[in-house]
């Protein structure tokens, strides 16, 4: 009972004689480790107590929290210390753009955020630093013009139960978090996010290392079964956020490549997500082994270590049932799951395709799919771009159509890897239905999409599909198409 209801330890400072052992001895023997500042003889497997036995700790600044860690004593912290107000009723908040003072990310500026596993002995619980200057530089804002700051947030954390397929998960609440805080805005994720600090936070007193406050409490808080210790690095220096971005983008990219092998039809279940419902009260992402979130930060596996995680959570798992349609995705226990998630507004769900009950799309996509009639295929622009699109929209003014948890057929926002699934548009024809994308796009997902032309057996389907610096004009496109015979145009009518 001591040693799993009472969280005591001792601490046993100075020489040790023989009735600090007796007494040590008997406090071990309840459940309770001892530490010293002395040398003495080391006990570090478990067994009577949870962790370790007998430590020594001679730095005495360390010495409180490497006790607690060893107890395995769950620290909450009561009130975050932020200057504005901080709760759940203030997720989903909008900050417009009169009464922004500053931004990052999105098409303003370069910004990610990034969460990491740690050895305990390489954190220090607590530590907030900023690299490169804080909010205070940046000139007022004006009715034209929004101050913009690169960013890079690095949240490392470690605990006795991490482990590193968890990271993502975690660093996805980053999104939910921040957006507790009154004034403060965060969409998107990785190194797509968004986030703007308005006037009203700003003159409360809020900077950049509440930002550390929020995630360091609210990780602590909610995963204490996982995370012991946070530290969190904030970056606004231009050249450390580039040198940290490199780092994070391969760490996304090794997350995105564990799927391998896994299909749809090789599983029973899928996930759902429904974070992005206090944004788009209706939405609900379906995450199988062919087709990760729309924000691109989730796949399967995610969902499924989420779940594990916390069984009551935003990623609860979907038991199939009855295929309904192989080609459009679509099954029973699906639909089911998706009407009563979506507060009733979503009777059918077809997970692969975009012209007939097409998946519900939120604000966090990465990427939104649109139709082009005139040319019988489908352009895909991703989140940053801030050109001219075929359809006669930007990004920005087709995300305020396509999001929102609507089933809008035609369009579609989805995670920039599923161009690249066997999964993607099965019903309309998949990849060879792209006539346009963006430069960026095609030069970031290059090899991926090239492998899946060749297994298509059109290994020059990528040369065939145009960009930006082909053309933005629906006439032109058509133009162009026809001159190198993309094999949309031979294709049946989309509608």
């Not at 038991?319 to 979506?342: C, R």
């Not at 948890?405 to 239905?433: A, C, D, I, M, W």
């Amino acid at each position: 009972y001591t040693k799993a209801r009472v969280f005591a330890f001792g601490l046993a400072l100075g020489f040790v004689d023989d009735m600090k052992y007796a007494t040590g001895a008997g406090a071990i023997n309840m459940g309770f480790p001892v530490i010293s500042d002395t040398d003495i003889p080391q006990i570090l497997p478990t067994g009577i107590c949870t962790y370790e036995h007998l430590v020594k700790e001679p730095d005495y600044s360390k010495i409180v929290p490497r006790s607690i860690e060893v107890r395995g004593v769950k620290v909450k912290v009561s009130k975050i210390p932020v200057p504005v107000p901080f709760a759940a009723a203030f997720e989903g908040e909008r900050i417009r753009k009169e009464q922004t003072y500053v931004e990052f990310g999105s098409k303003y500026s370069t910004a990610f955020e990034y969460l990491r596993m740690r050895a305990m002995d390489e954190i220090q619980d607590g530590k907030i630093e900023i690299i490169g200057p804080d909010i205070d530089s940046v000139s007022p804002s004006s009715p034209d013009k929004i101050p913009a700051m690169p960013l890079g947030i690095i949240v490392e954390v470690a605990g006795r139960k991490m482990q590193k397929d968890f990271e993502p998960i975690l660093e996805r609440q980053i999104h939910h978090y921040l957006n507790f805080a009154m004034g403060i805005f965060h969409m998107g994720q990785r190194n797509m996010n968004w986030i703007r600090i308005s006037k009203d936070a700003y003159n409360s007193g809020f900077r950049l290392k509440h930002f550390g406050e929020i995630l360091h409490a609210k990780l602590l808080e909610d995963y204490p079964s996982l995370v012991d210790k946070v530290q969190v690095f904030i970056y606004t220096d231009k050249n450390e956020v580039e040198k940290y971005l490199q780092e994070a983008k391969a760490a996304y990219e090794e997350r995105d490549t564990r799927l391998a092998g896994l299909t749809d039809e090789s599983v029973d279940v899928f996930y759902s997500c429904t974070l992005c419902q206090s944004y788009a009260p209706n939405h609900v992402c379906v995450i199988t082994p062919e087709k990760l979130g729309l924000c691109g930060a989730y796949n399967w596996l995610d969902g499924k270590a989420a779940y594990e995680i916390n069984p009551r959570g935003m990623n609860q798992p979907i038991t199939k049932g009855e295929l309904i349609d192989p080609i459009k995705g679509e099954w029973k226990g699906v639909n089911e799951f998706v009407y009563m998630k979506s507060n009733k507004s979503v009777e059918r769900f077809c997970n692969y395709s975009i012209m007939e009950s097409p998946t519900t799309s939120c604000g966090c996509f990465e990427c939104i799919i649109a139709l082009l009639p005139e040319c019988n295929g489908f352009m895909v622009v991703n989140r940053g771009y801030t050109g001219m699109t075929p359809v006669g929209m930007t990004f920005t003014t087709l995300a305020g159509s396509v999001g929102g948890g609507n089933q809008t057929p035609g369009f579609l926002g989805v995670g920039r890897l599923y161009l690249t699934s066997k999964k993607f548009l099965v019903p309309e024809g998949g990849l060879q239905r792209i006539v346009w994308i963006t430069k960026e796009l095609k030069d970031l997902l290059g090899d991926k999409l090239k492998k899946r032309a060749e297994e298509l057996g059109i290994p020059d389907l990528i040369d065939k599909i145009a960009d930006e610096t082909i053309t933005t004009d629906t006439n032109k496109l058509l133009e162009y198409l026809q001159s190198v015979n993309h094999p949309a145009l031979s294709m049946p009518p989309l509608i």
